[in-house]
């Protein structure tokens, strides 16, 4: 049945006016007071307490349960969440797991398959039957979320317009200062959080790599990154969404991990789960297999090749990962140990790993000859064409 469909009025006066409003108040300030390097500092620390909180709190932490926090991280994200003006955490949440349960389908709120700017704003202007809030009921059950719910936009409008503000005539002075931090703070941050947010919904579903998979519009880009606290690896994400991760690598730019792992040290968050080496290398050689390979054509014994490069790449993990074990055991116990049984024992332990090591390069080697044969393949098919 066709959903009865209707412009949001309020939802789209805010999206539409306050851009105009930073713009016109930006130019307005600049004009009248210039600026000095405390506007730009007071809009990045609400940059990153804002925008934090949507990536760390809302959705990694809210939406997907990746890790556990304390309380006092919890209503930091409520409060700092709410100055976002993207809803309250329950509502966010029950939209975007909505979103994976049913990626690119009818009834995902944001899919791209209606559009780019359907995808990056539209979804949030438009009117779309009665507000659906379900799969939530683990949030509703939390004291701090369930009193965001219910103040959502006093909160926004006293820590994501009002705070701004008042440090802003605190550090700077007078009305002039007030209105530095509220436009700086307040307006145009809300405008770039809002967008590199949407951007997520849009631009992650539309330009990028999948290499975890391909049986939705996903995609990877470290690029986005930069401006999402990391939120651009968006295939990695929607093929391991309970990883508290998005940029699975050490090198990858993702700020949200960090600040997990960070708040982690100070035992304001804990349980972070990470998906294992061996599951997130055999995706991705499952995934470079199925793209470069004619589903019905391939043949069994590619098949089987496969499959024997992905049971001896999980295998070598798992020993890798036993022996480490052993080896930081061993070290607890080496002072019971004469200096030169010590040294031994340590050579011993060291050939272990680097055998486990070895089957895993064996593996990628397997696997990067079997890729080789498959293009092979494809390059006599198309010649006998
Ligand atoms: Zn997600
Ligand atoms: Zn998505």
């Keep these: 049945m066709e959903q009865q469909r209707s412009i949001n009025i309020i939802n789209s006066s805010f999206l539409v006016g306050i851009p105009l409003l930073a713009l016109i108040s930006v130019v307005f300030y600049s004009l ?29 932490l809210f939406s997907h349960r990746t ?39 009818e009834e995902d709120p944001y899919s791209v398959k209606k559009g780019f700017m359907w995808a990056h704003m539209g979804w949030v202007m438009v009117d779309q039957g009665e507000e659906i809030v379900e799969h939530v009921e683990d949030l509703q059950e939390d004291r701090i979320l369930a009193w965001q719910d219910r103040h959502i ?46 951007l997520i919904n849009s631009a992650a579903h539309t330009w990028g790599t999948q290499p975890y998979s391909t049986t939705n519009t996903s995609r990877d880009s470290p690029l986005l990154s930069f401006f999402t606290f990391g939120e651009g690896y968006h295939n990695f994400h929607h093929t391991f969404q309970a990883d508290y991760r998005n940029g699975h690598k050490w090198y990858h730019w993702d700020p949200s ?29 499952k995934t470079a297999f199925e793209n470069n390979s004619d589903a019905e054509q391939v043949s069994n014994e590619l098949q089987d090749k496969l499959a024997q490069c992905i049971q001896q790449l999980r295998k070598g993990f798992s020993e890798l990962m036993k022996r480490r074990d052993e080896y930081k055991a061993a070290k607890l116990e080496r002072k019971k140990e004469s200096k030169e049984a010590w040294r ?41 064409v």
């Design 67 to 105: 890790h556990k926090a304390a309380w006092p991280m919890r209503l930091f994200y409520a409060l700092f969440g709410a100055a976002a003006f993207q809803n309250s955490a329950i509502k966010w949440c029950s939209d975007h797991r909505r979103h994976h349960l049913k990626t690119d389908e």
């Design 153 to 198: 936009f006093l909160i926004g409008f006293l820590v994501g317009i009002v705070l701004p503000g008042i440090v802003g005539f605190l550090i700077i002075g007078g009305i002039h200062g007030f209105l530095g931090g509220l436009i700086y703070g307040g307006f145009l941050r809300i405008v770039i959080v809002h967008h590199a947010t949407f």
């Design 344 to 384: 031994r024992r340590k050579e011993s332990h060291k050939a272990r790993i680097k055998q486990c090591k070895v089957i895993i390069a064996q593996a990628r080697l397997e696997f990067k000859h079997l890729m080789q044969s498959l293009k092979i393949n494809d390059s006599a098919t198309v010649a006998a």
């Design 257 to 285: 991990k960090w600040w997990i792992k960070v708040a982690s040290w100070f035992g304001m968050t804990k349980d972070l789960h990470r998906i294992p080496k061996k599951s997130i290398e055999s995706q991705r050689m």
């Design 32 to 60: 009248e007071y210039g600026i000095s390097w405390i506007e730009p500092i007071i809009f990045v620390t609400f940059y990153l307490a804002s925008g934090l909180s949507i990536t760390a709190g809302y959705h990694r």
